[in-house]
């Protein structure tokens, strides 16, 4: 029979061998950024601040000996050999410290720019990454979770930068150095009993440490759970309002903070276990090194120089060794945040540019779809052997109950996802075959909810257009007939829109969203229920922009009021993924077969 603490046990091991692993691969990924191709000047401000790094530690390993010197000047000679020997060896001490300082901060002000642009780089790199990755990506994660992650993934790799560099590796270094003089300079034993202090020190901290890794992971998701949890109580503000649910949405928070705080009193808690078990075993090991010393200044086998130059290396040795536990734990902190970011950066493009992938050309806009299949799981087919043809200029309207597969039909052509059979064309090219971006390019969205930037009214309405002048701007509002509504406001159009576009009615957002539209000025414009959460007298208002926006385009209007269609050249009826009936209105309504049904109820709601 197995023992299921052994399980834990070879569970904990393999975990603690794979994040071992995945640190290693985490430094092996940074280190590009570091040394990066065909930057020169970068590389040279790495060389010349690891220089000033040693410069800077050589001095601080000689110091000590200058500073032996003056105390063997003091006491060995007389008052006119004080001025010059003692004075000046002081004044050597005091120059000494100045250039290690100086070279330190030398090293500091190179690296920086180093740093920074690696920041930068791997910033850009994962935001682009992100927006690169599927729409299926993004609905089934939690946008303030996501945030979280590369957040705190960057701050990771800022702090890998600056304590491996700059704390770990001088420290090792400075060791070795006052290792080699202690043992020219005195004997073997202080090396002995150096060693074992920082062995067991070393032993000591990685323990303790590993388990406050567990303890501060807890803590990171206790404390992304909080933030994913206020950021959706924020972004639905209306809604918990609507529902009198402030109590309720407090609770919630209330409850994820207690398991933030109970995570992060057991980190403080074991953070104090940890420094005073370092304190002890440090000063265990200082005490014994100067009771050494001073056995040998009473045996006359050391000098009170001596005395004095060994206890400053222990000094020395100690106040970095001080915060060996907090960096230690802080770079396996770093080390599991940025790996969080890489597997951020390893999730594989769903949807991706063929190689040599050419950029669409349209002429007439002709949309035609080929015998499609699409399905978002295995477990329910969207769409089923669906052939559809649209002629360039004209205006189709595609209709039919909720979940008949209308909006699946917009993503599809936008290429939000790839089809699963089939295929898609835009004046015989194959939408597979082009790049995504001058695909979007092409194509204009009207959605049923514009979500607008917390800008201004400019700002939205230039986002269609990269450098649009004002008077573009403007020529797009007046065809979404919505300037004389933005120039009617005090800041016209620098008027800040509210987060969403919060501060702007229905309407006026969905105008704004045409307006942006029209100055992207696309050949394809497809309206995906563009109208549907509008009041019926607004509805005809944006209709008529709408009418405009369509001119001499290209329009699929995917639609659930069937009023706003009515025009349409053609009105294509789905029905559980596949084409019930097609033809115009008044066809449709002679059929007396699903869109007949569907009209009628309409009729009879209104």
Same mark, same amino acid.
């Not at 090396?191 to 388990?211: M, N, P, Q």
């Given at each position: ?32 950024? /570091?040394?990066?191709?065909?930057? &020169? ?7 010349? +601040? *690891?220089? @000033?790094? $040693? #410069? ?104 890998? /930068?600056?304590?491996?560099?700059? &704390? ?7 060791? +070795? *150095?006052? @290792?080699? $003089? #202690? ?424």
């Amino acid at each position: 029979m197995v023992d299921i603490s052994d399980q834990i046990k070879n569970h904990e091991r393999d975990s603690e061998y794979l994040e071992r692993k995945s640190g290693i691969r985490t430094i092996i990924r940074v280190a590009p950024y /570091l040394w990066p191709k065909g930057q &020169s000047g970068i590389k040279y401000r790495v060389i010349f +601040s *690891m220089l @000033a790094l $040693l #410069l800077s530690k050589g001095i601080a390993v000689y110091t000590p000996i200058i500073y032996r010197d003056a105390v063997n000047a003091l006491s060995n000679t007389g008052v006119d050999d004080l001025l010059l020997g003692a004075v000046g060896l002081t004044i050597a001490y005091g120059v000494s410290r100045i250039f290690m300082n100086g070279f330190q901060q030398l090293r500091d002000i190179l690296f920086a720019k180093v740093a920074q642009r690696a920041l930068r780089k791997l910033a850009l790199k994962t935001f682009r990454h992100i927006h690169a990755l599927s729409l299926r990506y993004h609905i089934t994660r939690q946008t303030g979770g996501l945030s979280r992650i590369v957040d705190r993934g960057i701050k990771g790799v800022e702090f890998l /930068l600056r304590y491996i560099l700059f &704390s770990i590796g001088p420290l090792v270094l400075e060791l +070795s *150095m006052i @290792a080699i $003089l #202690l043992y020219v300079m005195l004997d073997f034993r202080y090396l002995v009993v150096i060693f074992i202090t920082i062995g067991i020190y070393g032993w000591f901290t990685f323990k303790v440490t590993e388990w406050r890794v567990k303890l501060r992971r807890k803590m990171n998701e206790q404390d992304t759970d909080a933030s994913q949890k206020a950021i959706d109580s924020l972004l639905n503000f209306e809604t918990v309002k609507y529902f009198n649910a402030e109590d309720r949405e407090a609770n919630r928070y209330d409850i994820a903070m207690a398991g933030y705080e109970d995570a992060a009193l057991k980190t403080a808690y074991s953070l104090g276990f940890l420094n005073f078990g370092q304190s002890v075993l440090i000063t265990l090991g200082l005490v014994i090194v100067m009771v050494m010393a001073a056995i040998g200044v009473q045996n006359g086998i050391l000098t009170v120089g001596d005395f004095v130059m060994v206890n400053a290396y222990m000094i020395q040795i100690t106040m970095p060794l001080n915060f060996l536990g907090t960096i230690y734990r802080e770079i396996r902190q770093a080390l599991v945040d940025m790996g969080e970011m890489f597997n951020l950066l390893d999730q594989k493009k769903e949807v991706v540019d063929k190689l040599n992938a050419q950029s669409i050309k349209v002429v007439k806009g002709h949309v035609k779809f080929s015998n499609v299949y699409f399905s978002y799981d295995n477990k329910r087919q969207i769409l089923e052997d669906l052939s559809i043809e649209i002629q360039g200029g004209t205006k189709v309207a595609i209709v039919g109950s909720s979940g008949s597969g209308k909006s699946t039909i917009g993503r599809l052509l936008f290429r939000f996802y790839d089809v699963s059979g089939g295929s898609i064309s835009i004046d015989g090219q194959d939408i597979k075959d082009v790049t995504q971006s001058s695909l979007h390019n092409v194509i204009g969205v009207v959605p049923q909810d514009t979500v607008l930037f917390n800008d201004s009214v400019f700002y939205n309405i230039a986002y269609g257009k990269d450098n649009a002048t004002i008077e573009e701007v403007e020529k797009a509002a007046k065809s979404a007939q919505i300037h004389e509504f933005i120039i009617s406001l005090p800041d016209g159009y620098d008027t800040t829109v509210g987060e969403r576009g919060l501060k702007l009615s229905g309407g006026e957002k969905q105008r704004v969203g045409i307006a942006r539209t029209l100055l992207k000025d696309p050949p394809i414009l497809l309206m995906d229920e563009a109208t549907s959460a509008l009041d019926s007298e607004t509805e005809r208002d944006i209709q008529d922009a709408l009418e405009s926006a369509g001119k001499g385009r290209t329009v699929i209007s995917i639609a659930h009021r069937l009023s706003t269609v009515s025009n349409a050249e053609k009105i294509i009826v789905l029905e559980g993924g596949s084409i019930l009936e097609v033809g115009t209105h008044a066809n449709l309504i002679e059929n007396r077969n699903r869109y007949f049904e569907l009209w009628t109820m309409q009729l009879k709601s209104a």
